[in-house]
């Protein structure tokens, strides 16, 4: 899955929790099965509320979903926001168009607040996804890395905050998101292909792979030239690109 922002970009790969015990695997299944019929709840009330900007929910219908349905308030404010992005989405379509959301998947986005992600202290697993609860069920949950997981950490990809907690066909999922800034042209070396932030610093460039240096803005255009030989368009085909592989 591909997200980005204006000074991040974003990427996510998914790990299916294949070695909980029937316990916590029963206890993340029922939080889920809360979790969807508290986000229709809030969909239905935004839509018949005519309420489609993303944003916070007002602390009346909060509380209200907190009586309801016997959940922390932290955690109702987090499905209240998911819903309220979740009808938003009609808002771009024409009027004719716009649908009711029927959520049919067991999804939830959960924050830090919920759930942190550490490294397994033991040689069985690789990585624990720590649910700290604050609405969400106490427990640990291990697993092993990926093939994904590994490249994207080998890239310099760092984890972010934010996972998102799902189920298919019965198998319990998390899905990490990984973020990366977003590189820039006088960054970028042209020589040995590679990107890095610390490349700058003012208005000169030195690579701290490779050691070539030149003058920052006068580098950004060879970098942008490097672009226009090769065909692309956009600065993320450049961790491979170099003048040499462009003219052979």
Same mark, same amino acid.
């Given at each position: 899955?591909?997200?980005?922002?204006?000074?991040?970009?974003?990427?996510?790969?998914?790990?299916?929790?294949?070695?909980?015990?029937?316990?916590?695997?029963?206890?993340?299944?029922?939080?889920?099965? #809360?979790?969807?019929?508290?986000?229709?709840?809030?969909?239905?009330?935004?839509?018949?509320?005519?309420?489609?900007?993303?944003?916070?929910?007002? #602390?009346?219908?909060?509380?209200?979903?907190?009586?309801?349905?016997?959940?922390?308030?932290?955690?109702?404010?987090?499905?209240?926001?998911?819903?309220m992005e979740i009808v938003a989405t009609q808002r771009k379509k024409p009027a004719k168009e716009r649908k009711k959301p029927t959520l049919k998947c067991h999804v939830v986005t959960l924050f830090y607040h919920f759930l942190k992600l550490e490294g397994f202290r033991g040689e069985e697993f690789d990585f624990a996804a720590i649910f700290v609860g604050s609405g969400a069920p106490r427990l640990t949950a291990?697993?092993?890395?990926?093939?994904?997981?590994?490249?994207?950490?080998?890239?310099?990809?760092?984890?972010?905050?934010?996972?998102?907690?799902?189920?298919?066909?019965?198998?319990?999922?998390?899905?990490?998101?990984?973020?990366?800034?977003?590189?820039?042209?006088?960054?970028?070396?042209?020589?040995?292909?590679?990107?890095?932030?610390?490349?700058?610093?003012?208005?000169?460039?030195?690579?701290?792979?490779?050691?070539?240096?030149?003058?920052?803005?006068?580098?950004?255009?060879?970098? #942008?030239?490097?672009?226009?030989?090769?065909?692309?368009?956009?600065?993320?085909?450049?961790?491979?690109?170099?003048?040499?592989?462009?003219?052979?």
């Open positions: 899955m591909k997200r980005s922002s204006k000074n991040t970009i974003k990427r996510s790969c998914k790990v299916f929790l294949n070695d909980l015990n029937e316990g916590k695997a029963k206890s993340l299944k029922e939080f889920l099965h #809360l979790c969807h019929d508290v986000l229709q709840y809030f969909v239905d009330v935004f839509w018949a509320r005519g309420e489609m900007k993303a944003g916070f929910a007002d #602390l009346e219908t909060v509380h209200f979903a907190v009586n309801r349905f016997a959940i922390t308030t932290r955690l109702a404010q987090a499905l209240a926001k998911q819903a291990p697993f092993r890395s990926t093939a994904p997981i590994n490249k994207f950490l080998a890239d310099g990809w760092t984890i972010s905050n934010t996972f998102r907690l799902g189920m298919r066909r019965g198998r319990l999922w998390i899905e990490i998101i990984f973020e990366k800034q977003r590189p820039e042209p006088s960054q970028h070396c042209p020589a040995c292909g590679k990107w890095d932030r610390r490349n700058r610093r003012g208005d000169e460039f030195c690579c701290v792979f490779c050691g070539h240096s030149d003058h920052a803005d006068f580098k950004a255009a060879k970098t #942008l030239e490097l672009l226009g030989l090769a065909g692309v368009y956009g600065l993320r085909s450049l961790s491979s690109l170099t003048f040499d592989s462009v003219q052979n």
